[in-house]
């Protein structure tokens, strides 16, 4: 775990961008690390999604470091990690980094959203005020026991208050500490260029798909999050489904997509290495 915080903590520090894609579950954190990423995103959206939620504080720290802990041990690449609000005051953002940590984290970002919360591209969203905040930042900072796990704070600011106000909390949440600071929320070509425009200087976080990796890259952003391999999942689920549904069968490969999942989830190997304790 160690090992992955410091792979990533040097990521950032260098002169290229971490594309990070959203990932729910192991199976889909293993296949993002043999496609070659670097690290993967633990989705807040995506983890509710999973179990029949929307993205509206349905779910708490148990479950989401619950699932972390599940990402993590089934790949080696840094798993960053949506920790909502902190789950409370500066003593719970204490409780929630301790779990994150332990759970096998490389980072997380906390955010000022009113709780219960809701997806970052939702509107109607409410924010804490500044005050209520800088302190949970400080909390998240001291609270890690490694150095190398990486506090990103989020700003939700930017649909409620717009551009002055994000970037106000931004550069404070950077003053309290955070390693990398991110506003959420971004819809458009005009928001991203004022992201990279008003706060270009810091460390930052962009999540979504607006632009290709390079061209977010070339604006200067430090990681990525990229949303799109959790609604291409979606899709193809319900495709699928739908297909079966309709004609009594899902277009494919059967049995060789079959055989496909059990290699690449490394079923012979394991059945291998009990077959030596049968000797």
Not at 200 to 211: A, F, K, S, T
Request: charged share 25%; aromatic share 6%; hydrophobic share 45%.
């Amino acid at each position: 775990m160690r090992e992955a915080r410091r792979k990533l903590r040097n990521a950032l520090g260098g002169e290229g961008m971490v594309l990070a894609p959203f990932v729910y579950d192991g199976l889909q954190a293993k296949l993002a690390e043999a496609a070659g990423f670097e690290a993967v995103y633990m989705t807040g959206f995506g983890t509710a999604a999973a179990r029949g939620l929307p993205d509206l504080g349905l779910i708490g720290a148990a479950e989401m470091t619950q699932n972390a802990r599940i990402i993590a041990a089934a790949v080696s690449v840094p798993v960053i990690c949506d920790a909502d609000t902190g789950y409370g005051n500066p003593l719970n953002v204490i409780r929630t980094v301790e779990g994150f940590e332990d759970a096998g984290a490389a980072a997380l970002h906390i955010e000022d959203q009113v709780w219960p919360k809701r997806c970052g591209f939702l509107g109607g969203k409410e924010v804490v005020p500044v005050a209520e905040m800088i302190p949970k930042v400080r909390a998240a900072v001291e609270a890690r026991s490694d150095p190398d796990l990486v506090v990103i704070a989020r700003t939700d600011a930017l649909q409620p208050h717009g551009w002055d106000e994000a970037e106000s909390r931004a550069r404070a949440y950077r003053d309290a500490g955070a390693d990398l600071v991110f506003v959420d929320g971004i819809h458009g070509l005009e928001d991203l260029d004022a992201y990279a425009r008003r706060l270009g200087d810091l460390p930052c976080v962009y999540n979504g798909q607006l632009e290709t990796p390079a061209a977010i890259e070339a604006r200067g952003f430090r990681l990525q999050i990229h949303i799109g391999t959790l609604t291409v999942a979606f899709r193809a689920m319900r495709k699928a489904l739908d297909e079966l549904r309709a004609s009594g069968a899902v277009r494919g490969d059967g049995d060789a997509d079959f055989e496909a999942m059990v290699e690449f989830l490394g079923v012979p190997e394991a059945l291998e290495r009990a077959r030596k304790y049968e000797r």
